[in-house]
Structure formats: C-alpha cells, structure tokens
C-alpha cells in the first residue's frame, strides 16, 4: 500500500499514535481511534493516543475485530506502521475470550479453553490457583463459584481476560411497563440509541448479555436507559447512586416513565432504610464502616452490605460506574451471579482501576460520541473556552517557594486574578443561568459573597439542595456556586453556562461530569458555554490540559483566549 502524505496519523513503535489536528481527515480519523485508543496528551497541534491491552479488550468485546483495527490505521497512516504492530493488535485482541467461565451440565462453573497450554498456565498461576477447585480434564476447570469475579480480576491481571458466558440468576420478577405518555403529560418513548444501548445490554436473553457498561454523555438520558433495561427484563433491581440527590431524580423519573407505585420504590440512604422491589441506595451508605479499620478489613466490616442479599435481585445497576468506590468492587466481586449495568460518561478512572470495572461489572457494551450525539440533536452544543490569566506578582514568590505541587496548585487555582476574569463572565451571560463550579470552599465562599449567590457545598442538607435546584429550574434563581457536588448527578436542564474556577487537579472524569451540567438541550436552542479559568505557567496550567483530554477525545476542541480580551471585551 502507498502512504498518504496528506493522512493525519503517525504510529509508532511504543503503540502510541500521534494525530494531527489541523489536518482535513482530523475528525474522522478522531471518531475511530476512540474505539480502540486512549487519548493521552491533547496540545493544540499534535493529540498522543495510546493503544492499550484494556482498550483492545473493550474493542473485541463491543465486537471489533483485530483486522479492522488494523484496517483503520493503515487507512489514515502517514506512514507505513510498524511492521510489529499488526500482529500485536491481533496478539491482545485474541485474548478475550480464548478463556471463557461456563456452566456445565450439572450447573457447575467451570474455566474453559481450547488451548491446553493456556489453562495449564492459568492453573499453576499462584493469582489464580486460590479460586480454582480441580481439573476436569485438558480444556476445563473446575471453579470455586463463590470466586467468579476474583478469578475474572486474576485473569485480567495474567492478561487473558475471560469472556464470561456462565449466565445469570433471573431474579426475582417485577411487573413493570414503560409509559406511553408520562405522568407530567408528555409523550414519551426511548430514543433510537437509547433502544440500541438496552438490547446491547440484553443481547437477547443471551448469556453473552447481562453484564456491561454503557457510555453516554450527561444529558444523554443514561438513567432512561437503566430504566429501559428494568423494563426490559421485568426483575426486582437494586440500584447504586453517588448522593441522595441522585437517589430522589431515580424515583422521581421512575414514577414519571414506568407504570410502578411509590410502595414499589424504596430509598436506602442516610435518611431512610425501605428496601422495595426497586431499591435506591448511595455508595456513602454502603461504604459505611462501624468504626476504625483497615484497608485489608472483610466485608462484614460494612453492615450495609447486606442489602445485596436482602432481596433476589435481577439486576444491579451502578450509576456514575466511574465513581464506583473500592470496597463496593469487593462486593461486586462475589455477585457476579446477578446481572450488572453499569452506567457512566466515561469509563476513566483517576484511580487507574478501569481493569477492574471490566472484570467486575463488565466490559464496554455500548459508547455513544459526544459530538454525534450533539449533531443530531440529542444534547446542546457547546463550546470550551480555557481563558488563560497571570499569576499576580505578589504571589510568584510565594508559589515559587511552597512546599510541595499541591500547596503551589492552591495557590494557582485560588489565584485572585480570577475574580475580575468571572466579573466579566458574569457581565458577559447576564441573561443566562449559570453555574460557577470550584474545588476549594475557601474560594467558592468569597465568591458567593462577591456576586451575592447561593452555594452549595458538601455540607449543605439534600433538602436545601433540592430546594435551590427547584428554585433554578424554575428560574426563580439563575446562579449557583456549586463544589463538587456539581460533578455528578445534578439534572439542570436550563443551566447553559458553567464557569470552572478551579478543579480536582488534573481529573478527566471531573472536567467530563462539569461540561456534562450544561449539556441538556434548550427549549431555545441556546448554545451551552463552558470556561475554565487558569493560571498560565504553573500546576494549575499542567493540570488542565490533562483534565481537558477526555473532552478532546470525544471531538471537542478549547478555545484558548487571554483574559484580557474577556476582561475588554465587556467593559
């Protein structure tokens, strides 16, 4: 094949791929690597991705093929890939799957291959050689059942993550149908991608179904999707939020959309215990412990556990799955007898444990792009604006001689300088509703002082939350100060422009879940507006150019601007 100088990939050796932005194939050869790849480094001119055995893995197990990887690059390649390259991707794409968990005829689960070597290899293996029973013969293995999802996390680690096709208990059943028109008055039915993402999930009945994440952007109706999946397989369903808040916007949009009766629906939180046919719990009241303990402690150190027995569960869904705590992964590992949905904007995690959301809820079973979802209507443009301002004199020295990279990031990220830069932001979007979302209170209390604003923090009750939330649908409010408690879980649908003071250094998944509190469609049609406001040359610069590289995977681009134009501009 002739290479195209003109084609905007450059693959190397080490599996990483360098794309060039300004280049008229940009876009497309964007959409594709996404697939497959992860995005790294996201300067202005030149993206970095990175080929990894855990994004082949998702690749194989949404259904790509190897050869259609390699199809791709050799496609928008400038130059022709390493000749090893090929054969790499073929090596990892196959490991999926060439172990697969079973049940035999006698119900009992079992580790099979067709590769005598392999099993041996996964039985001397001292990670796998706890959870595994005896030796069937050459091509099977008996498996402790209790040990399913420690067995899966084993094998993920040995780097052959096994396709699980032992199935699933079918819970206990739950008559529900989805409403035609909802209870609010309005027509209601899933959307076309919303339909694709359940049966996905379900594929048919099958056993290669009932376990997955489904990636969709915030606005995007991921909670309607979890709801579809319900009334998809008509089970009894425990379902796991990040907050309280959360909690209330299930219950309220399963009353609205199903046919199911408030007795049918209960809360499990710090505030009430009711365990329904659908249950709402948050991670916080799972994640409880009785007192001091260690990182090594069992699970019976957290009594609220239980709730995962207390009921024949069909199906657990885990919202915001990107959140999931640590100890819930340890519960999560011993169910993997229930069908799992996990749902997320993105499947990132700061904690590096995305391997572990493979093997435990499952792999990728449906991602829908950002920017396909925006052109068709879906949820709001937007623009990004990073507006970049100087640390003021007086407080160089002081940066320059903190004591260490988080003390000078405060520093950066409270940099006063930002105050007038919001001034004119907040002259700028007079007749909008907006949102200034922070990480330090410190900052986001002088700010709620400055402009006369509510805040929300942590520490503000749900019921006063709630009740600031009503009040800024209604337009009764139309500015919030909001900590990280904006980063998820938050339905504000009018809300169109956000404004990042500061943020969780150099979260992804953050800058993910913010641009996602704009992203619901206007009754108007008005464009969504999200700036983040930092300081050129210091931590708070480094951080947000990897927070800003989730966003520039899924097709969104910054605009850079000096804050003296911002600063003019509206005076």
């Not at 050689?129 to 040990?147: K, M, N």
């Not at 009785?290 to 207390?310: K, Q, T, W």
Request: charged fraction near 25%; proline fraction near 5%.
């Amino acid at each position: 094949m002739s290479y195209v100088s003109e084609n905007p990939l450059i693959v190397q050796s080490d599996r990483s791929i360098l794309l060039e932005v300004n280049n008229p194939h940009y876009e497309a050869a964007r959409d594709v690597l996404a697939g497959f790849a992860e995005l790294v480094k996201s300067p202005e001119h030149i993206h970095t991705y990175r080929i990894t055995p855990l994004s082949l893995w998702n690749a194989a197990a949404a259904g790509m093929h190897a050869d259609d990887v390699i199809a791709t690059i050799t496609r928008y390649a400038r130059f022709e890939p390493p000749p090893n390259l090929a054969d790499d991707i073929r090596d990892a794409m196959g490991r999926y799957g060439r172990l697969q968990l079973v049940r035999q005829a006698d119900a009992a689960l079992a580790l099979v291959s067709d590769d005598a070597a392999l099993l041996m290899q996964v039985w001397e293996h001292p990670r796998c050689r706890p959870f595994l029973v005896y030796q069937l013969d050459d091509r099977a293995i008996l498996v402790d059942p209790a040990a399913r999802g420690q067995l899966k996390q084993a094998l993920v680690r040995l780097g052959f993550p096994a396709e699980d096709l032992a199935g699933y208990v079918d819970g206990a059943t739950l008559p529900i149908q989805m409403r035609s028109t909802t209870l609010s008055g309005h027509a209601f039915a899933l959307r076309d991608y919303q339909r694709t993402a359940v049966e996905r999930f379900y594929a048919g009945g099958s056993s290669r179904g009932g376990s997955g994440v489904i990636v969709l952007p915030c606005g995007a109706g991921k909670t309607i999707v979890g709801i579809g999946a319900i009334v998809r397989l008509e089970v009894q369903t425990l379902i796991l939020c990040p907050n309280t808040v959360a909690v209330h916007q299930w219950i309220d949009e399963l009353l609205d959309k199903t046919t199911l009766t408030p007795d049918q629906i209960g809360e499990y939180t710090g505030e009430s215990k009711a365990i329904r046919s659908i249950t709402i719990a948050t991670y916080q009241i799972l994640t409880y412990r009785r007192g001091a303990v260690d990182d090594a402690a069992e699970a019976l150190d957290f009594p609220h556990f239980s709730l995962f027995n207390e009921r024949d569960w069909g199906l657990i869904i885990y919202d915001e799955a990107h959140l999931l705590p640590a100890p819930v992964f340890r519960v999560t590992a011993v169910i993997q007898a229930r069908r799992r949905l996990g749902l997320t904007a993105t499947l990132v995690r700061e904690d590096g444990r995305e391997s572990d959301v493979f093997a435990l809820i499952g792999p990728k079973s449906y991602d829908a792009p950002w920017r396909g979802l925006e052109q068709q209507g879906w949820i709001a443009a937007a623009s990004c604006t990073e507006v970049r301002l100087d640390l003021p004199r007086e407080l160089q020295l002081t940066y320059a001689q903190a004591d260490d990279s988080r003390a000078r990031y405060r520093i950066a990220a409270e940099n006063p300088a930002k105050l007038i830069v919001l001034d004119a932001l907040l002259q700028r979007h007079r007749d909008d509703n907006m949102l200034i979302i922070g990480q330090y209170l410190d900052q986001l209390r002088a700010i709620a002082r400055r402009i006369n604003a509510p805040l929300i923090t942590g520490k503000t009750n749900t019921a006063e939350r709630e009740r600031l939330y009503a009040a800024f649908k209604r337009s009764d409010v139309k500015l919030l100060v909001i900590s990280k408690v904006a980063n998820f879980a938050i339905d504000l649908p009018d809300a169109n422009v956000a404004i990042q003071v500061s943020g969780s250094y150099g979260s992804r998944q953050e800058e993910a879940q913010r641009l996602g509190r704009v992203l619901r469609p206007k009754a108007d049609g008005r464009p969504a507006h999200f700036y983040t406001l930092v300081t050129r040359d210091t931590r708070d610069h480094d951080f947000a150019a990897n927070r800003q590289l989730f966003l520039t995977e899924q097709g969104y681009r910054y605009t850079i601007v000096d804050a003296a134009e911002i600063v003019n501009d509206d005076q």
